[in-house]
């Protein structure tokens, strides 16, 4: 309940920051649409040509789609600001107020900035989702849809966790900017798109490198009726282990931080 206080209390500061910046909003949403259309274009192109991809149908795709948009949509509403923040603050030493106050400091670190506007990614996301499985006009079950949750949470759980291993290196180099950027450029493209088109050295990178696979591409299998139960054990698995070597490093490097006056 404390941390649901904590993400509360940030989210409602978080609205009160885009409210002053309103043309903001609106130009991220028009990105947001431009960047769809252009997903689809390519999409429309390919299929101009072919009818199966890999076994992936146009619809599919954009059923897959959808859920690229709402997983970036998400992880731009707390998790990237904040690590971004996170890293800023180790640089120029303001962490060290952070870790004062009375509340567990992974925690802080990993909501202390919102961008409401990923909300409206997240949305438009969801509203794409709706809009390719009525296309596939196959019946979703209540199961296939709980399935679907709990898998893309694990693979958010995955994202978070990645971003914050990396973030976490910046107590020992001093600027790690770049690295989210590259991360954000490879998930913007490699992941709208299934990992099972890529070949197999690029496949197993995107899975366990930099796990596109898990947040996005495994997503979409539960709702086209692709997974299997060993994916499904695997991807839990994974996302317990990533949060728990998260949490690990996270200690390891606050004990190894001599804060901004040292």
């Keep these: 309940m404390h941390a649901l206080t904590v993400l509360k209390t940030y989210l409602q500061l978080g609205l009160l920051n885009v409210m002053q910046y309103r043309a903001d909003f609106f130009l991220q949403m028009l990105g947001t649409i431009i960047g769809f259309a252009t997903s689809l274009i390519g999409i429309l192109v390919i299929f101009n040509r072919t009818t199966d991809l ?135 493209n490699a992941g709208q798109w299934p990992i099972t088109i890529y070949p197999g050295w690029l496949r197993a990178s995107l899975t366990f490198l930099v796990p596109v696979a898990f947040a996005v591409t495994i997503p979409a299998q539960s709702l086209t009726g692709r997974l299997d139960g060993w994916t499904v054990v695997g991807t839990f698995a994974l996302a317990f282990a990533f949060f728990v070597a998260s949490r690990l490093f996270w200690r390891f490097a606050l004990r190894h931080y001599t804060g901004a006056s040292a």
């Design 54 to 188: 890999k076994g992936w149908e146009r619809d599919d795709l954009i059923v897959l789609v959808g859920i690229q948009i709402l997983v970036a949509g998400l992880i731009n509403l707390v998790i990237r600001p904040s690590m971004q923040q996170l890293m800023e603050g180790i640089r120029l030493g303001t962490l060290d107020f952070m870790l004062t106050k009375p509340a567990d400091s992974q925690l802080l670190a990993s909501v202390q900035m919102v961008n409401p506007a990923g909300i409206q990614d997240a949305v438009f996301g969801a509203g794409v989702i709706l809009v390719g499985l009525s296309l596939l006009d196959a019946a979703i079950s209540p199961l296939a849809v709980v399935l679907f949750l709990l898998v893309l949470g694990a693979g958010l759980i995955i994202i978070y966790s990645f971003m914050l291993i990396l973030s976490t290196c910046a107590f020992w180099f001093v600027k790690l900017d770049n690295v989210l950027v590259i991360f954000n450029t490879m998930f913007g």
